[in-house]
């Protein structure tokens, strides 16, 4: 008794058994297609961009009871091959996508090279401005230095001027001392060669010269009848020391106070004595000195 006849025993046992192998047979012819399959799907996908996959979880709006689940038979027949399901294509972008990419990619390159020019218009004007800086720092420091030279030079040149005029004056002042020196030593000799006086003497004229002693007494007698002045009285008195020069024959060229009295209205009698006085009278030798000192109080 065979399979067949095992698992269906209805069967016409008059008619011929099935082929020897059938099985054997579909079980190669499945393996075939599913390594087809898997071949194909291989060719595909290394082809192909992965696509992102996508879930959803569908919920239905009306509760739904589940099929029951599918009794496989004792002795399983072989299943004939499933389609598999074609693996998606990736899908290609629309013009509208491209063209929109594209801008986009567009106004990123433009921001980046605004922005890198930006930059660079930032970096020349600090450039720039460093530049500017430097040159006017050197040109200040040019200046400072043009100014400090111009006032070394005028220091310079004023204390060249100075020790110039320093020297000169100490040259002036030696000639001067030189020539007084020579003048002395003139002097000297014709003192010495017709000299007049005693061998103490210590003047280098040839013979003694000055008023003598009762002279000053004489002016004084003939300038103070010509002193108007009102005596206050008191304790003092007080003396005023008049300078007179005059001329050879006695006349009064000017006069000066050179120690005043303390008394301006005294001072001023004396001298205006002196202007009425107009003439100095001779010494005893007949001469009159051409400078004199002469001493006058209030009361005499």
Do not use: C
């Not at 297609?33 to 071949?39: D, F, I, S």
């Not at 996908?45 to 992102?52: G, K, L």
């Not at 433009?110 to 890198?116: H, N, V, W």
């Amino acid at each position: 008794m065979d399979i067949a006849s095992r698992f269906h025993p209805e069967r016409d046992p008059l008619r011929p058994p099935p082929a020897p192998g059938l099985g054997r047979g579909f079980s190669l012819a499945v393996a075939a297609h599913v390594l087809l399959v898997v071949a194909l799907s291989f060719g595909v996908s290394w082809r192909s961009t992965p696509v992102p996959a996508l879930e959803a979880e569908l919920w239905s709006a009306v509760p739904q009871a589940a099929a029951p689940k599918e009794q496989l038979p004792t002795d399983p027949q072989p299943e004939p091959p499933r389609p598999q399901p074609e693996p998606p294509r990736p899908q290609q972008p629309t013009p509208q996508e491209v063209q929109a990419q594209r801008d986009a990619d567009i106004a990123v390159a433009k921001a980046k090279e605004r922005k890198q020019k930006e930059e660079q218009e930032q970096r020349e004007a600090e450039e720039k401005r460093k530049q500017e800086q430097r040159r006017k720092d050197e040109a200040e420091q040019k200046e400072r230095d043009r100014k400090a030279k111009e006032e070394q030079a005028k220091k310079d040149e004023a204390k060249e001027k100075a020790d110039k005029a320093k020297t000169e004056k100490a040259r002036k002042e030696a000639e001067a001392r030189a020539e007084a020196q020579r003048q002395e030593n003139l002097r000297r000799i014709q003192g010495m060669a017709g000299a007049s006086g005693g061998p103490t003497s210590t003047g280098t004229a040839l013979k003694s010269s000055g008023p003598s002693a009762n002279y000053a007494g004489r002016i004084k007698a003939r300038v103070r009848p010509n002193i108007i002045y009102a005596d206050p009285g008191g304790p003092s008195n007080p003396e005023a020391e008049v300078e007179v020069r005059a001329g050879p024959d006695g006349t009064i060229v000017a006069r000066k106070i050179v120690k005043s009295s303390g008394l301006p209205d005294f001072d001023g009698a004396v001298l205006r004595a002196l202007d009425k006085t107009e003439k100095l009278p001779t010494d005893t030798d007949g001469t009159v000195p051409r400078v004199i000192i002469i001493t006058f109080r209030p009361r005499e």
